[in-house]
């Protein structure tokens, strides 16, 4: 009987570069991620471009006190980020790190559009929502780089960034459309919360790599499989034949 055929490990040794770069580019845990990213560019696009005439509109001020309030949500997203990569390292968790930040970002755009003329309450969930869709970053393509073997993980963020990019055309265009429609700002703010929220849901389909086998596999190996592929079998010691325990 032919030896049975090893799975692939996370290097790029495993197969041709072609046959690697192939096998990510059709992979079912990047190609959830690559339309969780157009789904999340999609919100926070839409979110960066029209934020400063959302709140010219809501503030009625000229527009140096609008860009300062607009700065508002990028100083804490900075602060954000550092804290929620800091914690993802420390833990080694990526998609917790992830999807409870885009689901409190979608949760905060809705609430800033529930509290209408409210403006200090509609600025403040507005400041959220931004520290919720940026913080998530760092540990996001951290896992992107992760899924797939290392000589070619590019391919699988490559691929990300692409369907992000075209999110993010969609967002700005789409926002600024609705916005010009009877829905005005609130459906923006809708439109924007229901797109986060379609992104934080689908992060549970992925696995991350040193997940249990049971979960969604990721690049490197079958869902059936742990990423290293199935351990060898034990030798068997000397004088006894090979299957049988050792222990007396």
């Not at 926002?175 to 992060?203: D, I, K, P």
């Amino acid at each position: 009987m032919a030896a049975e055929e090893p799975a692939p490990t996370g290097t790029a040794d495993a197969g041709s570069t072609a046959e690697q770069y192939a096998r990510v580019l059709r992979a079912r845990p990047v190609l959830v991620m690559a339309a969780q990213y157009f789904f999340w560019s999609f919100g926070m696009y839409g979110f960066v471009f029209w934020l400063p005439a959302i709140v010219k509109q809501g503030s009625g001020e000229g527009i140096g006190t609008t860009g300062l309030l607009s700065a508002i949500p990028y100083a804490f997203a900075v602060a954000a980020m550092l804290l929620n990569s800091h914690v993802s390292d420390r833990t080694g968790r990526r998609r917790a790190a992830v999807w409870p930040w885009l689901a409190a970002g979608a949760l905060a755009l809705f609430g800033s559009y529930l509290a209408g003329g409210n403006f200090p309450l509609a600025l403040t969930l507005l400041v959220v929502a931004g520290l919720c869709m940026y913080a998530p970053y760092g540990p996001y393509f951290a896992l992107v780089s992760e899924l797939a073997p290392a000589g070619v993980s590019g391919a699988a963020v490559a691929l990300v960034n692409s369907l992000g990019a075209l999110g993010s055309f969609a967002g700005t265009y789409l926002v600024g459309w609705v916005r010009g429609t009877e829905l005005g700002n609130a459906g923006g703010f809708g439109f924007m919360a229901v797109c986060t929220l379609v992104s934080a849901a689908l992060m549970p389909a992925i696995r991350e790599p040193g997940a249990p086998a049971k979960a969604l596999g990721t690049v490197n190996a079958p869902a059936s499989e742990p990423p290293g592929g199935p351990a060898p079998e034990a030798p068997a010691q000397r004088g006894e034949p090979r299957g049988e325990s050792t222990t007396r």
